[in-house]
């Protein structure tokens, strides 16, 4: 950065407006889980609607993932040219009426596409709240990142409980993405008039469009990819392993994948106390070594009590790495936004890939051999925590100023 950021804007905030700030930005994160949830329940309805067999389906629901990919480094340019906080209130609102396009869809083509976008605007608005996130943990000068991001599980629990009811009563997915949308949009907003007001100083160059991620971005995004693969192995195997390799029932079955998604959530949210006590390293390093435990047990489990206390351990122990991998990137070096785009799409990858690479190395051995890669990756969270360290706060009373465009420039506390 070749100034720093409007003083105006770095001298405005007070105790009183950080917190509202901190309220409005976790609301914010829940709106953008809402939609997951809301989408995710309806993929069965879209499937028959749109006429595509379960290969295509699965080459469509790629497109979320490149869409984001591509988008998310725009984020930074997005919020230079218009401010954070207009950025992120058309950044969202762009993501929560995306809601609407998938259920649209007649076909394969059109659903491949209503998928890309639905994932760019996604991945922009997610960059966007993160570097919002990260800023004003910088600024309280204690730790919300997980917190942030368990509120976004909370979300995804809502979208997806009145997914669930639509689902239950037949109502048409189009009529239901289309409520959701307009309330979510609503609701996002409201909340994006607390956010921080951030802009670039007069004389600050625009970022670049298009740009690699820094080195630092690559490692820690590594850890981060190691976290987000556990979790899609776990969400989305966790009921085909108690049902296939210990025999039983659905019922049981379904219910640990529900518990595994509310242990990562309870955990996100209570993460931030952790985290101030702990520091991030030493979290993430004992959290791996318990995911590692429980990963082990999954894969050893004689009976599904012990199977789901081993997949509950290892929710617990990668709830927190994701929201700290955010934290770390949006401190690593001159330009926070590309930093955390970069991570951001490392874990968008590792999201994509894991239950795909889950089954193909179970057809080729087992459901077991597949948690047993789970367990080698849980155990490279304890080896390479120390790359999270940037996630740690700043000394107390200093803090970094985080422009839209990414760059951050030491100052005082306001």
Avoid at 19 to 27: D, G, I, L, N, P
Avoid at 281 to 305: D, E, F, K, Y
Wanted: one cysteine or more.
């Amino acid at each position: 950065m070749s100034g720093t950021a409007s003083a105006a804007h770095q001298s405005t905030y007070g105790p009183r407006e950080l917190k509202r700030a901190r309220y409005a930005v976790a609301t914010v994160f829940c709106v953008h889980g809402a939609v997951t949830g809301s989408f995710a329940t309806r993929v069965p309805w879209i499937q028959d609607h749109a006429g595509v067999g379960a290969g295509q389906l699965g080459l469509a629901l790629a497109f979320p993932a490149i869409g984001a990919s591509v988008a998310m480094p725009l984020a930074g340019s997005v919020s230079h040219r218009f401010g954070a906080r207009t950025a992120l209130r058309g950044l969202l609102a762009l993501w929560t009426l995306a809601l609407v396009l998938p259920s649209l869809a007649p076909n394969l083509l059109t659903l491949c596409v209503a998928l890309f976008v639905y994932g760019a605007t996604a991945g922009m608005s997610d960059v966007a709240m993160n570097a919002l996130g990260v800023e004003i943990e910088t600024r309280l000068d204690k730790s919300i990142m997980s917190g942030l991001h368990g509120m976004w599980s909370a979300g995804a629990l809502l979208g997806s409980a009145g997914g669930t009811l639509a689902a239950h009563i037949g109502a048409d997915a189009r009529l239901h993405h289309l409520l959701a949308a307009a309330v979510l949009t609503v609701a996002g907003f409201a909340a994006c008039r607390w956010v921080l007001d951030l802009r670039p100083a007069e004389d600050e160059e625009a970022p670049p469009r298009f740009t690699l991620p820094p080195k630092s971005a690559l490692l820690i995004g590594a850890v981060g990819f190691c976290a987000v693969f556990a979790e899609g192995a776990s969400l989305d195997w966790s009921a085909v392993y108690l049902r296939d390799v210990l025999g039983t029932s659905a019922g049981l079955a379904a219910a640990c994948t529900t518990a595994f998604t509310l242990t990562m959530a309870i955990a996100r949210i209570a993460g931030d106390a952790v985290v101030d006590r702990f520091g991030a390293v030493r979290t993430v390093r004992i959290g791996g070594i318990g995911a590692t435990l429980g990963a082990l047990l999954v894969v050893v489990a004689p009976n599904p009590a012990i199977a789901m206390a081993g997949f509950g351990l290892l929710g617990l122990g990668i709830a927190v790495v994701v929201p700290l991998a955010f934290a770390a990137a949006g401190r690593s070096g001159p330009n926070p936004s590309q930093a955390i785009a970069g991570v951001a799409t490392i874990t968008y990858t590792s999201g994509l890939v894991a239950p795909s690479a889950i089954g193909t190395i179970a057809d080729a051995t087992s459901l077991v051999v597949s948690f047993g890669v789970v367990t080698v990756l849980a155990c490279g969270l304890a080896v390479f925590a120390g790359v999270l360290r940037g996630a740690d706060r700043a000394p107390s009373g200093v803090v970094g100023q985080v422009s839209p465009a990414g760059a951050a420039d030491p100052a005082p506390r306001p």
